[in-house]
DNA sequence: GCCAACGTTGGC
DNA sequence: GCCAACGTTGGC
């Protein structure tokens, strides 16, 4: 019996990888996180839960697209590459600490629903990535928060 | 480039 | 376990 499905809100600079790459790519590996708390989240998520994808670091900043979870945590193996950006000396051969999800593309916006019309929308109020100096990479969305950015999209993607 | 926010590290 | 120092994130 699966659960309800779940909504999530994961930043990316674009620069390192954008909503681009990630329709060109169609599948991939959320590689990288190096947060405790966001690594949670993404052992909390399962096969067919949405995600809104975030541009951080880029003009405007905001929602740029949406794609879905399609396998659930594994362990990163960027964390035991020397020769990657994201390589944890700290880390022993054959104790994982950090995961990744794979996620695979469902649609880009045709415009950024930047993060200042996101702090201008009623509907949103309350939404984790507008809270003052958050900093988590990977959070939690509401449902209702969810519909509302799609509705601020235009967005094909539907949710019931 | 600045700096607020906040997670992590390490000495004690 | 406390907390100061330090590092990173990310908007502006």
Redesign the pocket.
């Known amino acids: 019996m699966s659960r309800a499905r779940k909504y999530w809100l994961m930043?990316s600079?674009p620069d390192v990888y954008s909503i681009d790459d990630m329709e060109k790519q169609g599948t991939g590996e959320w590689e990288g996180v190096?947060?405790?708390?966001a690594r949670n989240f993404m052992r909390d998520m399962k096969e067919g839960d949405l995600v809104l994808f975030?541009h951080?670091?880029?003009?405007?900043?905001g929602v740029v697209g949406v794609v879905k979870v399609v396998r659930e945590a594994h362990p990163d193996e960027t964390q035991f590459d020397e020769k990657s950006p994201y390589y944890d000396a700290?880390v022993k051969k054959g104790e994982p600490r950090w995961d990744v999800v794979d996620v695979g593309h469902v649609e880009t916006f045709a415009e950024t629903v930047s993060?200042?019309t996101m702090?201008d929308t009623k509907a949103l109020d309350g939404m984790l990535?507008l809270?003052?100096?958050?900093?988590?990479?990977v959070t939690p969305v509401d449902k209702k928060h969810f519909k509302a950015v799609l509705k601020l999209a235009g967005a094909k993607t539907t949710v019931r």
């Open positions: 930043k600079e190096r947060n405790y708390q975030y951080s670091n880029t003009k405007p900043p700290r993060l200042e702090k990535i809270r003052k100096g958050n900093r988590l990479s």
